[in-house]
C-alpha cells in the first residue's frame, strides 16, 4: 500500500505560483508512474499533468503547458508539481496519485491506483 499526501495548496493572486508537493510513504514510488489531477466546484475531475517513473516522461494537460512543471525526487520519495502564471480557473481540489499506467493511461484516472486526499489551490483574480 502506498499513502500519499498533499501540501502546499493555498490562496493566491493570480499570476502567483504555487508549488504543490505529494510525499509518498508505506512503500517507495520508485517504479511507479505518479500523476496530478484536480477538482473544481461541480466539475469532474481532470488530469493536469503526469510523469514515468525514471521523471524521464511527462505529460500536460493542454491548460496547464507552459505554465506547470511536474517532477519527481526518489530518494525523497516525493513529487511535485510547480504552478505558474496560476489563474482564478485553475482553482481547484488537487489530488496526486500513484500508480503503474501504460503510456495509454497515464493522463486517466484509471491509471492509477492510489490517492491523496487532496490539497485546494484558490486563485483569486
Known amino acids: 500500500q502506498v499513502q500519499l499526501v498533499e501540501s502546499g495548496g493555498g490562496l493566491v493572486q493570480a499570476g502567483g505560483s504555487l508549488r504543490l508537493s505529494c510525499a509518498a510513504s508505506?512503500?517507495?514510488?520508485?517504479?511507479?508512474?505518479m500523476g496530478w489531477f484536480r477538482q473544481a466546484p461541480g466539475k469532474e475531475r481532470e488530469f493536469v499533468s503526469a510523469i514515468n517513473w525514471s521523471g524521464g516522461t511527462t505529460y500536460y494537460a493542454d491548460s496547464v503547458k507552459g505554465r506547470f512543471t511536474i517532477s519527481r525526487d526518489n530518494a525523497k520519495n516525493t513529487v511535485y508539481l510547480r504552478l505558474n502564471s496560476l489563474k482564478p480557473e485553475d482553482t481547484a481540489v488537487y489530488y496526486c496519485?500513484?500508480?503503474?499506467?501504460?503510456?495509454?493511461?497515464?493522463?486517466?484516472?484509471?491509471?492509477?491506483?492510489?490517492w491523496g486526499q487532496g490539497t485546494q489551490v484558490t486563485v483569486s483574480s
Open positions: 508505506g512503500r517507495t514510488i520508485s517504479s511507479y508512474g
Open positions: 496519485a500513484a500508480g503503474s499506467p501504460t503510456r495509454a493511461t497515464m493522463t486517466l484516472m484509471r491509471g492509477y491506483n492510489y
